[in-house]
């Protein structure tokens, strides 16, 4: 009946459970709208990009992490309740099934609108020593304190990190601040597979030149143990590496467990599928957002699983705003994301030529070096730019930087010009900031866009 309080429940509360419980309570009262979340763990809202500097010691304290308390979540009037594992959900019956962690008491509760925020799992490796003491996931911010603890607790001072993406290169990073002897394993052929290869040998040659030492082309094929049962070595079929710490990241799925047996729209990266209001497709009260759905590429116009907390956060919006009877969308990504390991920093945004091929563009590259600062400039420093642009047309379709401070978040001029669907040639004529102690006279970005455009402009080779 019109004027009864509706109840929206939240599974997941961190970026986008939280972010879309926060937005609906905004927007409506507790009046009008019962707010009732589940987590399973002991935090809620918590930065997971942050675990490897917190790891590292950049961050010194594991709150810093915390953008809100579960205490000052339920002060705005929303029933977060921590330690609670949603085990069913009966979309015919309207209700989630949730288990105490601890108790293991279960009880049924009923919804009239229900949002999935339940991000995303770890790869584990299903191998012989993947649970052995010793072994770490950092997922979580339970993660990092193990891990944390671990390394307070371990006399030896060798770590393998197993993975080359950027959960394996951040922590490989932190545990060379922390002193350790660090060997990534990599099952590609270069670090960084969210860039071309070419760009991934430049990580690689920066990161043996920290005193890292990359095995690249290698599956682990077993993690060893000692005679206490815990980790000493990490096996490939042709070598064996010295390990007192082992750290995974091979990368993260969708956590959709649920979803799927709920009968839920699934991808085929094993995301959830949802319209542009974030609401699950043929689900007029169901949302999903974060880590565990597919989005869509604007660049390749296909559906695409990129776990970020920026898209998170956006995605919990739009669904609070939606959930509480507003209207909001989420258009879609180009796929921009940046990180470092120590004074390298490795940006992406758009397609890589693999990506380009998959979905049948054709495209020309251009790679530049060029300098953060004009050459003159105290502190300039060297960075590769490159850039691919459709064949035909000039359309931008990505652009990869690696380079030292000041590289990185240039990237984003590219992830405008990707949204804004501009040319090579539109991104020559951008009017960029410059100063010598910020540029050269020519952005290192627009100089990559010149060389693009002559790439075009010279047809096929």
């Given at each position: 009946m019109p004027g009864e309080r509706e109840r929206l429940v939240v599974i997941g509360g961190d970026a986008a459970g939280m972010s879309a419980a926060s937005q609906a309570r905004r927007l409506k009262s507790a009046e009008e709208l019962e707010i009732v979340a589940f987590e399973r763990g002991h935090f809620t809202s918590f930065s997971a990009c942050g675990i490897p500097y917190w790891v590292g010691g950049e961050v010194p304290e594991r709150d810093r992490l915390i953008a809100r308390t579960a205490e000052e979540h339920r002060a705005r009037d929303i029933d977060l309740r921590m330690r609670t594992e949603v085990v069913e959900i009966d979309v015919a019956g309207g209700r989630v099934?949730?288990?105490?962690?601890d108790s293991g008491a279960e009880s049924w509760t009923s919804y009239d609108k229900l949002v999935i925020a339940t991000g995303a799992r770890p790869i584990r490796p299903d191998m012989p020593g993947a649970d052995a003491p010793g072994v770490h996931g950092v997922q979580t911010l339970d993660d990092g304190q193990a891990l944390i603890d671990?390394?307070?607790?371990?006399?030896?001072?060798?770590?393998?990190?197993i993975g080359a993406g950027y959960i394996g290169v951040e922590m490989a990073e932190a545990l060379i601040n922390r002193g350790y002897e660090v060997t990534v394993v990599n099952r590609g052929s270069e670090p960084m597979s969210t860039l071309d290869p070419d760009m991934g040998r430049l990580v690689h040659e920066a990161m043996e030149g920290l005193g890292i030492t990359m095995v690249d082309d290698a599956a682990v094929t077993k993690i060893l143990t000692g005679d206490d049962g815990a980790v000493r070595a990490v096996a490939t079929e042709d070598a064996e590496y010295p390990a007192d710490v082992v750290v995974l990241g091979i990368g993260v799925r969708p956590e959709t467990t649920l979803a799927r047996a709920a009968g839920l729209p699934l991808g085929d990266h094993g995301g959830l599928l949802t319209d542009l209001a974030m609401r699950v497709r043929g689900h007029e009260n169901i949302w999903a957002g974060g880590d565990c759905?597919?989005?869509?590429?604007?660049v390749s116009g296909r559906e695409r699983h990129i776990p970020l907390g920026?898209?998170?956060?956006?995605?919990?919006?739009i669904i609070g705003t939606n959930a509480a009877g507003g209207y909001a969308t989420f258009p879609g990504v180009v796929g921009t994301a940046v990180s470092k390991v120590c004074d390298l920093e490795i940006a992406r945004t758009g397609l890589r030529e693999k990506d380009a091929r998959r979905a049948g563009l054709q495209y020309v590259t251009a790679?530049?070096?060029?300098?953060?600062r004009a050459g003159y400039y105290p502190g300039a420093s060297f960075m590769t730019v490159k850039m691919l642009a459709e064949r035909r047309t000039g359309r931008l379709l990505g652009v990869?930087?690696?380079?030292?401070?000041?590289?990185?978040k240039r990237v984003d001029v590219a992830a405008v010009a990707l949204t804004a669907g501009m040319t090579v040639e539109q991104m020559t004529s951008?009017?960029?900031?410059?100063?010598?102690?910020?540029?050269?006279v020519w952005d290192p970005v627009l100089v990559a866009a010149r060389k693009a455009v002559k790439a075009v402009n010279a047809g096929p080779s």
């Open positions: 099934r949730a288990r105490d962690v671990r390394l307070a607790r371990t006399r030896g001072r060798r770590a393998v990190v759905v597919e989005v869509l590429d604007l920026t898209h998170a956060n956006k995605h919990g919006q790679t530049i070096e060029s300098t953060s990869q930087i690696v380079g030292r401070e000041g590289a990185g951008l009017d960029l900031g410059y100063a010598p102690p910020f540029s050269p």
